[in-house]
């Protein structure tokens, strides 16, 4: 989960540097977008987190632990991250989706015992 966040912040660093370095160079130089060739790894992760609760192929040991990673994801994003980034991309649009993941975990866990 830590790994995750690294490369979320790493990408969005190097976007905004790329971003400010192309503000410099002269008219008809294009400066190169780490964008057109990746796209954004942190919307990629989001929708992972955001697919958990329909995956049905994962155990309910495997959607413990992704749930788990998620959670020290958002973790990480929170006390990490520049808040005004992170928060609104990455921690706003996963929290619905892990609260209704986790309620349908317990009650996984529930009706297996």
């Known amino acids: ?6 490369i979320c912040s790493c990408h969005r660093k190097r ?3 790329l971003a400010c370095r192309s503000l410099s160079l002269p ?3 294009r400066a190169f977008d780490a964008t057109e060739i990746t796209g954004d790894p942190g919307s990629i992760i989001v929708e992972k ?3 958990l609760n329909h995956d049905k192929t994962l155990s309910f040991l495997d959607k413990c632990n992704a749930l ?3 959670r ?3 973790s990480y994003c929170l006390h990490l991250g520049e808040a005004k980034f992170e928060l609104t991309d990455f921690v706003l649009t996963s929290l619905p989706t892990v609260f209704e993941s986790l ?4 009650e996984e866990s529930i009706s297996n015992a």
């Open 72 to 74: 020290r994801f958002l």
């Open 27 to 29: 008219t008809g130089v």
């Open 68 to 70: 788990s990673t998620a």
């Open 15 to 17: 976007s905004r540097t």
């Open 103 to 106: 309620k349908s975990t317990v």
């Open 1 to 6: 989960s830590r790994l995750l966040f690294r």
């Open 49 to 51: 987190i955001s697919s």
